[in-house]
């Protein structure tokens, strides 16, 4: 369903009571009644987890999974998957620039690219009632998966030519794989660059920002937004080459402290974040998520331009009862305990 996208962030923006938008899609599993591997295997059961999220939460937009091994499968990668966490990558495919060079750019729709776009057009039938957004890693961390998350620190040093140049061919990929989404009716994209949040700003102005921007600029519409993610602990000190990447939004994890994020974010500028995903909605109770919740509205909501939200992707295994009680605790800020 097409929407004015920019119109639908600038009235949550502006709305006295605004609704929560945690990135929550592969607890489904729960709904579904199925394992981890069954849904990334099956664009039915993805949509189908997306509209019983939807079913059941308040929240302002429908996301679909935060599975950040889809686009470097995609290149070659190994996969390893299980029936109750994230599928994560093996290993590396790129060694040095020879093999940087040899690197071929895969058609979207190669590996599980094409099933995971075939979820967002039936989920967006599925789902009317609020924005359908995707998901999708970002440039550097896409590379830093085909060259290894340790390596490519290092190699952005000592290799910087190889890295720009996987960089190049990741960014290709990346823009013709949101493209793909953005013709199948997703409203937006979740663009999650997380190990760049683990860089200098120095280095993430060099080989992040700019290639985010050049995603942005091909995608970025009025009807098309995309939300840039960053859940590492230096995202404060890079924040003017985050903003630089022109994102409509922008969602941070809780590695930082989220009232100390909101004063470099410009005040027509969504912000999102940024309870813990595995420390609350994993691992706590519905009283310490209440808690939690209650904490990061209570330091932030004064800042009109913040939305609550996980920190990061919900773990699969999350209980349904501290999601339940994340919401509960969102209507408890505005409407008063019950």
């Not at 750019?105 to 957004?133: F, N, Q």
């Not at 706590?284 to 939305?307: D, I, W």
Request: aromatic residues 8%; negative net charge.
């Amino acid at each position: 369903m097409k929407r004015e996208m920019r119109k639908w962030l600038e009235e949550l923006r502006t709305a006295p009571v605004k609704k929560a938008m945690p990135i929550l899609s592969f607890p489904a599993v729960h709904l579904l009644g199925i394992s981890v591997k069954e849904l990334i295997s099956d664009s039915d059961r993805q949509a189908k987890g997306m509209q019983l999220v939807a079913q059941r939460t308040d929240a302002a937009a429908a996301v679909s999974l935060m599975d950040l091994s889809v686009e470097a499968e995609c290149f070659g990668s190994t996969i390893r998957v299980s029936d109750e966490e994230v599928p994560t990558v093996t290993g590396r495919i790129v060694q040095n620039e020879e093999e940087a060079r040899a690197l071929k750019v895969p058609e979207v729709g190669s590996a599980r690219s094409g099933l995971y776009v075939d979820a967002i057009k039936k989920a967006v039938e599925l789902i009317t009632d609020r924005p359908v957004l995707a998901g999708a890693i970002g440039p550097f961390s896409l590379a830093a998966r085909l060259l290894d998350v340790t390596e490519i620190m290092v190699e952005c040093y000592d290799e910087p030519d190889m890295v720009h140049l996987v960089m190049e061919k990741a960014t290709a990929f990346l823009i013709e794989y949101c493209k793909a989404y953005k013709e199948a009716g997703a409203n937006g994209i979740v663009l999650a660059e997380p190990v760049t949040g683990l860089l200098s700003p120095a280095l993430a102005e060099e080989f992040s920002s700019p290639y985010v921007k050049r995603l942005v600029d091909a995608v970025q519409d009025d009807y098309f937004v995309v939300i840039y993610h960053n859940c590492g602990n230096n995202t404060i000190q890079m924040i003017d080459s985050i903003l630089s990447t022109g994102s409509a939004a922008y969602h941070f994890g809780n590695a930082i402290d989220m009232a100390q994020m909101l004063p470099h974010i410009p005040e027509q500028t969504v912000a999102m974040g940024n309870v813990d995903p595995a420390g609350q909605f994993c691992h706590g109770t519905p009283q310490s998520v209440r808690t939690a919740t209650l904490q990061v509205m209570e330091a932030c909501c004064h800042y009109k331009n913040f939305v609550i939200s996980s920190g990061c992707d919900i773990p699969p295994m999350s209980k349904w009862e501290n999601i339940d009680a994340f919401f509960g605790a969102v209507k408890e800020y505005y409407y008063g305990k019950a």
